[in-house]
């Protein structure tokens, strides 16, 4: 590919991966664009950036001819437990939204696209620990259902008209860049933020809770690697399992302990529980290791230290 398109590229994901897109591809060569008119600095300076909701269709076009496009990442989506909120929002952003972002990849001929799915594609009937590659893909969220017809639409499009899709399913991502936007694994990253300005965080799924999850630095390398991937040695295409690790919220508070030794957790579990218990504790991804070389550098306490760390610096300076 020479030049990007980032599609969602404000939000806790895109902020992070459009910048270093441009490391790899270059400022001018990787666009930026979201639904929101005034993203970070950071995102305006670095490079360019447009305006767009997924669900125009001209506008994407017009974006795509402007800049030459032959790449897109698709980062829009509404995420689980505010999908639930407004299940018909969900799929017509998440699915009408990708359809539109394929086609368009499909009419201008384009090398690549990547669009991610996530551990919401799992279901109450997947089994829970060291969930397989191939599985019952029955959830029951209306994010989940998106992500489900995603990765068929995506290996639909490889195998009728020989497009390059590409996606991997996301566990939940912990940064101290971006606030996640609505997901049930939002508890992840505030219980740090939390500790950090307050000593204190109260919990909305229950101490016992374990999902997997992901660092954000690791999250940059594993797009970036299935980006970068032989396509030829793919035997997989929209669905990729990835993991780092995985640890309940008990687990978690003790970690932050080990850094804010009176951090305090307490626990009022409330609708967005459903949603976590009816996802995998843990994931096997030998097919990532296996097709493209996945391999993660973070494990709870690491990611913990340097979380804790940039969090203190930020609320210091006044930024938290």
């Known amino acids: ?53 997924i669900l ?15 790449g897109i990442v698709n980062l829009a989506a509404i995420l689980s437990a505010t999908g639930e909120k407004n299940p018909m929002k969900a799929w017509d952003v998440n699915m ?66 020989g497009l390059d899709v590409r996606g991997l399913r996301y566990p939940g991502i912990i940064s101290h860049e971006t606030l996640p936007g609505g997901g049930t694994t939002d508890y992840a990253v505030a219980i740090y933020y939390d500790a950090v300005t307050k000593g204190q965080y109260t919990c909305f799924v229950k101490e016992e809770t374990m999902l997997p999850m992901m660092y954000m630095p690791d999250c940059l390398k594993a797009t970036i690697d299935l980006m970068q991937a032989d396509f030829s040695k793919l035997k997989h295409h929209s669905d990729f399992n990835v993991a780092a690790m995985s640890f309940t919220v008990t ?32 994931i096997n991804d030998s097919a990532a290791r296996e097709e493209w070389g996945w391999k993660p550098s973070y494990d709870l306490d690491s ?16 930024l938290i």
């Open 1 to 53: 590919m020479k030049r990007i398109l980032v599609i969602g590229s404000a939000g806790q994901i895109g902020s992070e991966l459009t910048l270093e897109l441009r490391k790899i591809w270059g400022n001018s060569n990787v666009v930026a664009s979201d639904v929101c008119q005034n993203p970070s600095a950071k995102l305006q300076e670095s490079g360019p950036y447009e305006t767009l909701n």
């Open 56 to 70: 125009d269709r001209q506008r994407m076009g017009e974006i795509v001819s402007k800049y030459q496009i032959d």
């Open 96 to 161: 009408n939204g990708l359809i539109n972002v394929l086609e368009c990849a499909r009419e201008y001929n384009m090398k690549q696209v990547l669009t991610p799915s996530s551990i919401a594609a799992f279901g109450p009937g997947t089994p829970l620990f060291d969930t397989p590659q191939e599985t019952v893909l029955r959830p029951s969220t209306m994010y989940g259902i998106t992500k489900v017809s995603g990765e068929l639409l995506g290996d639909y499009y490889v195998n009728k008209y």
């Open 251 to 282: 687990e978690q508070a003790e970690s932050i302990r080990k850094f804010i030794p009176n951090f305090t957790c307490s626990y009022e579990p409330d609708h967005r529980q459903a949603i976590a218990d009816s996802w995998p504790r843990s």
């Open 303 to 318: 990611m913990t230290k340097d979380m804790i760390e940039k969090l203190t610096a930020k609320h210091k300076a006044g």
